[in-house]
């Protein structure tokens, strides 16, 4: 079954360190891959997406994701943390089935350290 | 509205209690989505919606949960004879067009309703 795995359920950095998020899809002739945050008692935002194209995303927030397909990955970068960043972060992949449906991993929960 | 809103926000129910927990989309989407995500998980899907026809109900847990979308806007989720393990956040979610095989669009989440199940 297609299946999306974040690695890591938990990562502290400090703040103004780079961070990098791990996400594997297993597999889809086309991924649609994105990254979604959730703050506390917050809904799911969009950070950014891969349809086609250019596989160095960029999003919002200063984050960029890099699609490889060799690795069946789309990993999460942001080259400096800031506080404001802790949140969970959720990949997810398109289900192919016609109708969409979103496939999240279970998530990974960012702390920041001052 | 300028996003997906839900409601309510937090709902506390007695176990065997009905509970009904609504979706207002971005105006003018076409698909809407429902998602429950436990505690500590990412969402799981629920139900998908094109317009008011309801397309596929594959993640409902049971048929205590029942969803419709009579006007092919507001949807509403409920449960009837809420059990503990449907203690949950469900998400509700519209894009605008109508999704295919070759192509895929982005999904406008809300903030969730947070049910409680006592």
């Known amino acids: 079954a297609q299946s999306v795995t974040q690695p890591d359920i938990h990562i502290t950095v400090s703040e103004g360190a780079s961070l990098e998020l791990r996400c594997n899809y297993s597999?889809?002739?086309?991924?649609?891959l994105f990254w979604y945050v959730q703050s506390p008692g917050q809904g799911l935002q969009l950070l950014l997406k891969?349809?086609?194209?250019?596989?160095l995303v960029q999003g919002i927030k200063g984050f960029e994701a890099e699609f490889k397909r060799s690795q069946s990955s789309f990993n999460l970068r942001k080259p400096s943390v800031h506080w404001s960043d802790a949140a969970e972060y959720f990949c997810?992949?398109?289900?192919?089935?016609?109708?969409?449906?979103?496939?999240f991993g279970a998530g990974t929960r960012l702390a920041v350290h001052p | 509205g300028a996003g997906v809103s839900q409601s309510p926000r937090y709902k506390v129910a007695k176990r065997g209690q009905d509970v009904a927990l609504r979706c207002d989309p971005i105006s003018g989407h076409v698909s809407l989505f429902w998602y429950q995500q436990a505690l500590g998980q990412g969402p799981e899907f629920l139900t998908y919606f094109q317009n008011e026809a309801q397309l596929d109900k594959s993640g409902l847990p049971s048929d205590r949960f029942f969803a419709e979308r009579p006007e092919g806007s507001v949807s509403t989720l409920k449960i009837q004879r809420t059990q503990q393990e449907d203690s949950a956040v469900y998400l509700c979610a519209s894009s605008l067009h109508t999704p295919g095989l070759e192509t895929t669009d982005t999904q406008y989440f809300g903030p969730g309703t947070r049910l409680t199940v006592l």
């Open positions: 891969y349809f086609s194209g250019d596989t």
């Open positions: 997810a992949d398109t289900l192919e089935d016609g109708y969409n449906k979103l496939i």
């Open positions: 597999y889809g002739a086309t991924p649609y």
